[in-house]
């Protein structure tokens, strides 16, 4: 290949992070923001939940999902700012501070479900 | 049928003008009449000065195309009774973010050397003797590639990307269609060396998927999805090329 661009990774991120967000918060959203209140479902307990999150495999999930979807909103937030606002020419400032902001999200959501206790 | 319908039209003549205006005309509104007959109508009888291009009159030579209220359009294929309706004349401009050579002919030779670049044609390893017979192709091949096949080159797709208009450097819907067309066919075995060109951040990654292209294409081609198609694949290539540094190709 002649050039070598980062842009196949950042994709692959965005458009993951894309798939996953369409997917689950809509039930996520569905479930805690109308069905639980409403009463349509019978509320999960604190205890249960709170026991829920512990399971590596939960925890797991929600990294992904916290990870993912910020690195969607960085890619398309980015090219928000290049052809939204034209501002093309501040590019390695967006870059770092579009993914930076990604990564630094991951690391955060990646602290707190390590030490959920 | 006394009805008339009033198109404003572009005019520039770079020789003459210091400035693009718009020339009004009334032409008669017959159902049957599209907007490439109003203009052909202007140059006979009105205005033998006006300057477009034209020719298959059937949307298959892809010449024809222009601005007509601000969308880009096939005018061999609008019809002039779909605006009779609307508030004010009808607009007709050249295709946008091209060079206007005169009045609607816009200059495309950018999109030319795009469409070359990416070698839109059946690239073999090595040619089998004519004696081992044709190259077969099931219809299930053809499927695959057969929507990419019926671009006419017309360039609407051009006029429609808000991203060749801010940045003339992306190659472009037409011209990635078209790779992929050839990417796609059982016979071709070029989709290597059409990748260099391809997977640069001026081919496929300049997209941002704004969808406009598959919009306006008057043959129904997809070009948005065959760009985020051949990102899946691209990506795909690189994560190989990373596992497998030196196998991948």
Redesign the interface.
Known sequence: ?????N???L??LF?AGGVFAAFVIPVHLFLIGLAFPLGWIPAPGYEYLHALVRLPLARLYVFALCSLALFHWAHRFR?TLY?GL?I?HLNELIFFCCYGGAILGTVWAGYLLWNFR | MAETISLEVFRYSPERDAEPSFQRYDVPLRKDWVVLDALNYIKDKVDGSLTFRWSCRMGICGSCGMMVNGEPKLTCATFLSNYAREQGPLRVQPLRYFPVIRDLVVEITDFMTKLQSVKPWLIRGKEKPISEGEYLQTPEQLDRYKQFSMCINCVLCYSACPVYGLDPVFIGPAAIALAQRYNMDSRDEGAHERMDILAQHEGIWGCTFVGECTKVCPKHVDPAGAIQQYKLTATIERFKSFLMPRGAK
């Open positions: 290949m002649a050039k070598q661009s842009e196949p990774v994709w692959a458009s090219y052809d034209q093309k």
